[in-house]
């Protein structure tokens, strides 16, 4: 398996096959490498690799072989030359930051990004001397306007949580190849079973692989994907130092999770579809926000960007925070959580929970209503989840 090219392979292979390197043991399934050290046969070996002459392992911090077979996977399913896996999805990003920006450097960010990330760019990344600009993420000209000469990198989600808004990727990764930056897309919602960033100019992948890539709401992780270059010089150094390693145990659940990725997005993006389609016949609904909607403004755009919809559906329910409250209080089999990406469906009001920092004018602004719901489509059968949601009316 070691002389396979992946990329002569389909994306459902690669899921299942990338990254194995068998030992002499002859292991069908990949081995979990619970070591923190590595052993040498000489002294002299040990200085060759501590002095980097040679390569090999050396320490869990620095490379492991399970979380290598978790990252040559990932980056074979994004199209990318290198991935480097982390401890959580925000480590990933922090690894980023502290990687390839240097005090007076300056970074434009969407405003509908994870909570976290804004407060990472804003309160640490800000201690350090690096500003970062917020943007409307579907506002091309606002993204222009924000550039700077010492603009070094781009950040977005897309779609969008909750209003699976659209960011067009490949004017944005025009707008900061023009710049001398760099495109960084969170591929969290749709993953590469979905959206492949890096083909439409993305220079960087973000990752929780605590979401979609695990799929079953069991561990913690992240991971960037880019350019050899990008990640070996850029970003490896500061894992290295700065230690947010993931770890082979972890890892090996990730690894699992990625061989159904592409039949769990498939089925998540089906049962979501049918969801949306249904919630815009119901009278108490408002408002459905689903890019698999011929009604969602940006429709087209989505379909030049995702195969399908993915997971995650928004609406707005009549009454507001009571009436919100309500049903997502007369559901048994939901979870209330505001995580995703699982085979269980999660329900959640982003108004007072993931969005619930803001002030009442941002939220507005942001489009998060009172009467707002978020759904993250699990795998139960369709049936099932809507009458969980009837039950509140
Ligand atoms: C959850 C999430 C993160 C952060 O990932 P963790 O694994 O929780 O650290 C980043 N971006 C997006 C889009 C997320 O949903």
Redesign the pocket.
């Known amino acids: 398996m070691d002389d396979i090219d992946w990329s002569d392979y389909h994306p459902e292979t690669r899921a299942i096959r990338a990254g194995q390197h068998r030992t002499p043991e002859g292991e069908h399934a990949e081995p979990i490498f619970p070591t923190s050290s590595y052993v040498f046969q000489s002294a002299e070996e040990a200085a060759l690799r501590f002095s980097g002459k040679t390569p090999g392992n050396i320490y869990s911090r620095f490379t492991n072989p399970t979380v290598r077979t978790f990252e040559e996977r990932l980056a074979a399913l994004e199209g990318g030359e290198r991935c480097l896996a982390m401890a959580?999805?925000?480590?990933a990003?922090a690894s980023m930051a502290f990687g390839l920006l240097k005090a007076g450097d300056h970074v434009v960010c969407s405003r509908s990004v994870?909570g976290?990330?804004v407060l990472l760019f804003q309160n640490f990344l800000g201690k350090f001397g690096v500003e970062t600009t917020f943007v409307k993420l579907t506002d091309l000209s606002a993204w222009e306007a924000a550039m700077r000469p010492n603009t070094r990198l781009l950040v977005l989600?897309t779609p969008s949580?909750p209003l699976t808004e659209i960011a067009d990727i490949r004017q944005l990764a025009t707008l900061a190849h023009d710049h001398g930056a760099l495109l960084a897309v969170?591929n969290?919602?749709c993953t590469p079973a979905l959206q492949r960033p890096l083909e439409m100019g993305a220079d960087l992948i973000?990752h929780?692989a605590?979401?979609y890539l695990d799929g079953q709401g069991r561990c913690?992780?992240?991971a960037l994907v880019g350019s050899h270059e990008l990640l070996e010089k850029g970003i490896y150094p500061f894992l290295r130092t700065g230690g947010p390693a993931m770890s082979p145990f972890n890892a090996w659940v990730f690894l699992k999770g990625l061989e159904t990725l592409n039949l769990r997005m498939r089925a998540h993006s089906e049962n979501a579809q049918k969801l949306a389609e249904w919630l815009k016949e119901q009278s108490f609904v408002r408002k459905v926000y689903y890019p698999g909607l011929d009604s969602h403004p940006q429709a087209a755009l989505a379909k030049s960007q995702q195969s399908q919809g993915g997971g995650i559906v928004s609406f707005e329910v009549d009454g507001g925070r009571e009436g919100a409250w309500a049903m997502i209080d007369h559901t048994k089999m939901l979870s209330i959580t505001a995580n995703?990406g699982d085979v269980k469906t999660t329900i959640t009001h982003p108004a007072t929970t993931t969005h619930g920092r803001l002030t009442d004018p941002e939220r507005q602004a942001a489009g998060i209503t009172e009467g707002l719901i978020r759904i993250a489509v699990g795998l139960e059968h369709m049936d099932d989840i809507k009458n969980d949601l009837l039950r509140g009316l």
Do not use: Q, R
Request: proline share 0%; with cysteine.
């Open positions: 959580s999805g925000m480590a990003i994870f976290n990330t989600e949580n969170d969290c919602f973000i929780s605590t979401k913690v992780g992240g995703l």
